[in-house]
């Protein structure tokens, strides 16, 4: 499969030190839409491999929660098949759907062949696989004939297969340590597989998706460390249940965890200097031991270990924020980033809880839940950093880019005004707090952030659309829709007085806003850079 240059590894990121000395030029950008197509192919690839993974652990195991990690990878299936619709129309995307689904399918027959000892089955389950993979390439050197060659990508689809397989082989040997390099593997060539796809589509539609030569060293940057914190971000959840199992695989996977810490520091290191790849390591690495501990005093059942382990985190993402706010002080906000590490300290410990209550419905939506969060930061943290040192390409004017602009929205329960940069308005109803879930009326949660709403009372459902993302919610149901791909609210939407009340903090985060809560006077606090 065509590719782009291989510059996964860190020498990339030490490239991005250099800042031309150009007198006119125009600052990169981490997004636009090849950018974000290349950023999403990889998201969405990458936590393929680590939900198939995971499913086929919890296959050969009969674990608990087999059923709901299946679930997963079909919604993980859906957002990859809706990324390819927009750019190949409804009949290309449905007949990818099919093919991809299917040799999950046949992962899937060859753990249940595996577990039953079955040679013919797992003969059989390797036979559909070959078969697939060569129809999963023609399928996608029709699509793309001048730019997809099928033979190169029937050897990258065989390299996909043999990773998973040999994870999952390793896994039952009991050879983890082996499990899990291999999984990082397979996750790591995921997404040089969604920038293979990428670069095809950009030369195939320039029009749509302009080439990335005058953006490239930027978006590298975004899909380096979204990599690299999306990864950080699953093997966490994986790890916290593993030691709340007391797994024989648990090592192995922390392991796994301190190897990515390793190379996050190491990409801090190249972007700033090697004192602060130490200091971000200590960091780092200590609020993965609170995670750790908190899962300990759980399986324990001991109270006080988990409130100290919650204080500990408490303390640990204000340091962090203070480190990153030291490091940038132009570009990063300390209550920013003490906002970003709330939620996703608070996606794993609610998302453990889940699987500890056995909820695995909810814990498969908060791992995803907190596997895309860490996106959202590397995209945040990659337009900082390429402010900062503004990173450049050539151009007539003369000026310099002015720093990124904030968005910000705020309220407060008990009150009816909401502001936002434009404007403030007055809501004729106040915002409230429900078994620890603020709500407000979807249509004034959805104007203060630039969205438009529509209410259909037939049916009771709203639909909000801010550019091409569209959620649909329905009233008394915990689940909605974002762009057609199920998600569970982890509450109701509740009709009162004839107004769709929604979770504050569910709708921001989905279309990338920061929040932040202050307890002290019950205001609430919407961040967002604009591009």
């Known amino acids: 499969m065509i590719g782009l240059r291989s510059k996964m590894g860190l020498l990339l990121l030490s490239l991005l030190l250099l800042v031309p000395t150009i007198a006119a030029a125009k600052q990169q950008s981490v997004t636009g839409s090849t950018q974000d197509l290349r950023a999403k192919f990889g998201q969405l690839l990458g936590e393929h491999v680590l939900l198939s993974v995971v499913a086929m652990q919890k296959g050969y195991d009969k674990a608990s929660g087999l059923p709901q990690a299946v679930e997963a990878l079909k919604q993980n299936t859906s957002g990859l098949t809706a990324a390819f619709t927009a750019v190949y129309g409804e009949n290309a995307g449905d007949a990818f759907e099919k093919l991809w689904a299917s040799h999950i399918d046949y992962f899937v027959d060859y753990t249940n062949a595996t577990a039953a000892n079955d040679d013919e089955a797992r003969r059989k389950a390797l036979g559909s696989l070959e078969s697939y993979r060569m129809k999963q390439a023609q399928f996608f050197e029709d699509a793309n004939p001048s730019f997809f060659d099928k033979d190169t990508i029937a050897g990258e689809l065989q390299m996909h297969i043999s990773r998973i397989l040999g994870a999952f082989d390793a896994y039952v040997k009991k050879d983890y340590t082996e499990a899990y390099d291999q999984t990082r593997r397979a996750y790591r060539h995921m997404f040089q597989t969604g920038d293979a796809w990428a670069l095809g589509i950009s030369n195939q539609y320039k029009g749509n998706y302009p080439p990335l030569k005058e953006n490239e060293e930027a978006s590298n940057l975004r899909s380096q460390l979204g990599q690299l914190l999306g990864e950080h971000g699953a093997l966490s959840t994986i790890a916290m249940q593993k030691s709340v199992d007391n797994a024989a695989d648990f090592n192995a996977v922390a392991a796994a965890l301190s190897s990515n810490t390793n190379e996050l520091s190491d990409a801090i290191g190249s972007i700033y200097d090697q004192s602060s790849a130490d200091a971000f390591k200590t960091l780092w690495a200590s609020h993965i031991g609170y995670l750790i501990d908190y899962a300990k005093a759980t399986a324990n059942n001991n109270v006080d270990g988990r409130a100290k382990a919650v204080e500990d985190l ?6 962090q924020a203070k480190f990153f706010a030291a490091a940038n002080p132009l570009y990063f906000k300390e209550f920013e980033i003490a906002a970003m590490l709330k939620v996703h300290i608070d996606h794993l410990i609610f998302g453990f809880n889940k699987y500890v209550q056995k909820d695995h419905e909810l814990a498969f939506d908060e791992m995803h839940a907190t596997y895309s969060h860490m996106f959202v930061t590397a995209d945040s943290l990659a337009s900082g950093i390429t402010a900062q040192f503004n990173y450049q390409v050539p151009e007539s004017e003369t000026t310099r880019p002015p720093a990124p602009q904030q968005s910000t929205v705020t309220m407060k329960v008990g009150s009816k005004t909401i502001k936002n940069d434009v404007s403030a308005f007055t809501m004729d109803v106040t915002p409230y707090v ?22 259909t009372p037939k049916t009771k459902t709203a639909v909000i659309q801010s550019g091409s993302d569209a959620a649909v919610f329905w009233a008394g149901q915990s689940k909605m829709s974002f762009n057609g791909v199920d998600r569970t609210l982890g509450a109701y939407a509740r009709v009162i007085d004839k107004r769709l009340f929604v979770p504050v903090r569910f709708i921001a985060e ?3 806003w920061k929040v932040d809560y202050n307890k002290t006077d019950w205001t609430i606090t919407l961040t967002k850079m604009l591009p």
């Open 434 to 455: 429900y078994a620890g879930i603020t709500y407000i009326p979807v249509r004034y949660m959805a104007e203060s952030i630039g969205a438009n709403v529509q209410w």
């Open 314 to 319: 408490e303390k640990y993402r204000a340091a």
């Open 510 to 512: 989905l279309y990338g």
